[in-house]
């Protein structure tokens, strides 16, 4: 994600030297140049590109150096916030629109359970699947916090069986790694064949020569699961 900072007033330099300085309370700035800049408390221009600044974590040289590579899923909140400036001209090419809208729209109509799925799911759990998933979607990670309990194993299966079923475009359906702590990495095993028996499991355990030899054949199979320790 690229962000370009214009000035039609300053130069670059001189919106860093500004940016650099500024605070909510200051009622004017003197450039380097002894022109003198007063900060209109009716105009939040300037307030607005410092908060902006700020909130993507930038310095004011990285800020209006022209470009500034930010990681992607930053668009989203940038596209809210950023719309709501109204001192800032702001516009986002296509590409950003479309991606953002295409997050948006990946709704359950687009997703359906995926077939082969053993299971009956709770309405919260179909929707954390799809909250998943859309992430998933969108190349992006997340984190199922649900409490213990509640299904954080069956959304996954879920999860895992719709890339398999190529219901999410930009998932592979290539291999899953799973890292369990040891007394659960049997019971995702015994999961996944109550749940989703058409994906193929592999436990990595065992003595390093166990481990060895099962690894050879490790691209046979959807799922291999494996330990904290025996990753290491």
């Known amino acids: 994600l690229n962000i370009?900072?214009?000035?039609s007033d300053f130069s670059p330099e001189e919106l860093a030297e500004i940016l650099g300085s500024y605070t909510?309370?200051?009622k004017f700035y003197v450039l380097k140049t002894g022109k003198r800049l007063k900060f209109d408390d009716e105009d939040k221009t300037f307030e607005e590109l410092f908060k902006t600044m700020n909130m993507i974590g930038a310095t004011p040289?990285?800020?209006?150096?022209?470009?500034?590579?930010?990681?992607?899923?930053?668009?989203?909140?940038?596209?809210?916030?950023?719309?709501?400036?109204?001192?800032?001209?702001?516009?986002?090419?296509?590409?950003i629109k479309n991606f953002v809208e295409s997050f948006e729209s990946f709704?359950?109509?687009?997703?359906?359970?995926?077939?082969?799925?053993?299971?009956?799911?709770?309405?919260?759990?179909?929707?954390?699947?799809?909250?998943l998933a859309s992430l998933a979607n969108g190349n992006?990670?997340?984190i199922l916090?649900?409490?213990?309990?509640?299904?954080?194993?069956?959304?996954?299966?879920?999860?895992?069986?719709?890339?398999?079923?190529?219901?999410?475009?930009?998932?592979?359906?290539?291999?899953?790694?799973?890292?369990t702590p040891a007394a659960l990495l049997y019971n995702w095993q015994n999961e996944f064949e109550n749940f989703a028996p058409t994906l193929k499991t592999l436990v990595i355990n065992g003595t390093k020569k166990q481990r060895?030899?099962?690894?050879?054949?490790?691209?046979?199979?959807?799922?291999?699961?494996?330990?904290y320790d025996q990753l290491k």
Do not use: C
């Open 212 to 227: 060895h030899d099962l690894l050879a054949d490790v691209a046979d199979y959807d799922i291999v699961l494996t330990t």
């Open 61 to 95: 040289e990285e800020f209006v150096k022209g470009k500034l590579d930010l990681p992607l899923y930053r668009a989203f909140y940038l596209e809210s916030v950023l719309q709501q400036k109204e001192r800032l001209a702001v516009s986002s090419d296509e590409r």
């Open 140 to 142: 992006f990670g997340g």
């Open 24 to 26: 909510p309370q200051k």
């Open 107 to 131: 709704t359950e109509e687009q997703l359906p359970l995926p077939s082969g799925l053993n299971a009956k799911l709770r309405p919260y759990q179909e929707e954390g699947y799809r909250w």
């Open 145 to 179: 916090a649900d409490e213990m309990g509640l299904g954080k194993t069956l959304q996954t299966i879920t999860l895992l069986l719709a890339a398999k079923d190529d219901k999410i475009s930009q998932v592979s359906s290539g291999q899953a790694l799973i890292v």
């Open 4 to 7: 370009e900072v214009t000035s």
